[in-house]
């Protein structure tokens, strides 16, 4: 094989090389682009759906901090009943002491008067 047939055959196989790497490349190109239109479409339906989450979850914290005002509300109002009746045993409880102090004393001076 001289110099001429030796340069003509690496030309046809840098041909033949060059030609499959461009295949390739036309092929990884729409390969690369589709995975690129795929991702692109996940990114969207995550924003969408992360969107529509973030809405739903300050819904139920707007319900959470109602009905949570509302229990608070409520609380207070069982916490007021309770000091007036906690109040009232106090009272009552108070009478029963001084009258049966009284008793007592009575008790005493009546006994105190026999002897």
């Given amino acids: 094989m001289n110099f001429l047939e030796a340069l003509t055959f690496g030309g046809i196989i840098a041909t033949i090389l060059g ?8 092929i990884n190109n729409k390969t690369l682009k589709a ?3 795929n991702i692109s479409e996940l990114i969207t339906e995550f924003r969408r ?4 989450t973030m809405r739903i979850m300050m819904e139920r914290l707007d ?17 007021n009943e309770f000091r007036k009746s906690h109040e009232e ?5 108070a009478n029963l002491i001084v009258t049966n102090g009284e008793r007592t004393r009575q008790e005493i001076r009546r006994k105190k008067a026999k002897h």
Avoid at 19 to 26: E, G
Avoid at 49 to 52: K, N, Q, S, T
């Fill in 49 to 52: 759906e992360h969107a529509e």
């Fill in 89 to 93: 045993t106090i009272k009552y409880i």
């Fill in 63 to 79: 319900d959470f901090r109602r009905e949570h005002a509302e229990t608070m509300r409520m609380m207070a109002e069982k916490i």
């Fill in 35 to 37: 995975e690129a239109k």
């Fill in 19 to 26: 030609v499959f790497l461009t295949l390739y490349a036309i």
